[in-house]
């Protein structure tokens, strides 16, 4: 019986969310929403990224950056949130570590805040709903 060593697969290439050194990037999911925590935990894990922790709040996110520092690589921030929203944590953060890469996430129709965020300096934005191809490849962009 013929097993997988048999056939060496053609396509076979590294996870997206792996570093050349073969480490995974490690991501804090900062949201609010249940749904889109699970669903950007499932696209990065799906592609090697490790999730090192999750907040609900932009308060919360801060903090958690703190404790996790500085083994974050990128956090991915929803704009708006109870407590404390993306825009006020993205600041707290980069006053804490200037070279943090954070990703905005934004509902449509918050242009304003999202231009905000990368004047502060966001490496990047996602728009809801959630496209797969476009949270990997800003992710991926912002990364670089």
Known sequence: MKTKA??????????????????SYRVL???DSMFVTKQIHQILT???????????DGAQGVEKYKELYPN???????????????VTALEKILEFDKEAR??????LGKQDLVK?????????????????AKVLERILMSLK
């Open 6 to 23: 048999d056939f060496p697969s053609i396509n076979e290439r590294r996870p997206e969310g792996v570093k050349e050194s073969g480490d």
């Open 29 to 31: 999911i900062v949201d």
């Open 46 to 56: 799906s592609e090697g990224f490790e999730v090192v922790g999750s907040a609900t």
């Open 72 to 86: 974050v690589d990128l956090v991915t921030m929803d704009i708006t949130m109870p407590k404390m929203d993306g």
């Open 102 to 107: 954070i990703v905005m996430i934004s509902a």
């Open 116 to 132: 905000k965020s990368l004047m502060i300096g966001a490496k990047n934005y996602i728009v809801k709903p959630l496209d797969r």
